[in-house]
């Protein structure tokens, strides 16, 4: 012994983990608390990968039919009802295919151009059809091909109005035009028009032709609004 300290063999350093500072009792609520947290957490990791398994984010997405809303001017699901006419504008989408998706008019033919597909008749379609036709015609080169036809432009869908307005002639016709919006898309009446005595001429199916009368100064007025008609293709609105 030197300076009244032993010369013995000094004991290492040992360093204690939590569990062994605390008493027994503190110990056993530590292993009570963590078994506890352990349990709670197991079934939501296993719920979670019940629904990962149910909603995977690979599936692959299918591609829509659409139509362009002619009211807005966007795009929605179409219905399968509306037929293709010239001058329509369509946007043809081929899956994976960026070479061959191309937005196309509609020709006075009725027919359009389609990379691979060559010309394809469209005119008297339903976008719907058109995609089937287009599919088939790009099997021999794409496998498997999912098409997809957006109108984005209708066209040709049309109706006239002649006479006493301000800008007579042909207008694009939407879902909800009617003869109130005809007027206003030709400017209104001009001067001396006789505004109770507007007609509608209608196109029947025998081939005929209907005459259907539009008094102005009783619809704005709540009379007869029945008269105020949703216009269909081809309708010529006359004021004398």
């Not at 009244?4 to 503190?26: H, K, V």
């Not at 081929?94 to 006075?108: A, G, L, Q």
């Not at 005809?182 to 005459?211: C, E, H, T, V």
Request: glycine share 6%; aromatic share 4%.
């Amino acid at each position: 012994m030197e300076n009244g300290f032993s010369s013995g063999p000094r004991r290492p350093l040992q360093l204690r983990t939590l569990e062994q500072t605390m008493t027994i009792p503190a110990r056993d609520m530590h292993r009570r608390i963590t078994t506890l947290g352990l349990c709670l957490l197991v079934p939501v990791w296993l719920a979670a990968q019940t629904d990962t398994e149910k909603n995977p984010s690979t599936t692959k997405s299918q591609p829509q039919t659409v139509t362009a809303d002619s009211n807005t001017g966007s795009a929605r699901v179409h219905d399968d009802t509306y037929i293709i006419g010239a001058d329509d504008v369509l946007a043809i989408n081929v899956w994976k295919e960026p070479e061959v998706s191309r937005t196309v008019p509609v020709r006075s033919d009725g027919k359009i151009s389609v990379p691979l597909a060559g010309e394809v008749q469209a005119s008297g379609e339903t976008p719907l059809q058109l995609e089937n036709v287009l599919a088939a015609k790009l099997q021999s080169f794409i496998s498997e091909p999912e098409v997809t036809v957006i109108v984005t432009e209708i066209k040709s869908q049309k109706f006239n109005i002649l006479g006493m307005v301000t800008k007579p002639g042909s207008y694009p016709l939407t879902n909800s035009s009617t003869v109130l919006d005809a007027i206003a898309l030709a400017g209104g009446f001009r001067d001396f028009a006789k505004q109770k005595s507007l007609y509608i001429l209608r196109q029947n199916p025998d081939g005929g032709q209907s005459r259907l009368p539009f008094n102005y100064k009783d619809v704005i007025k709540g009379k007869n609004s029945g008269q105020n008609i949703k216009l269909q293709p081809r309708d010529t609105i006359v004021v004398p």
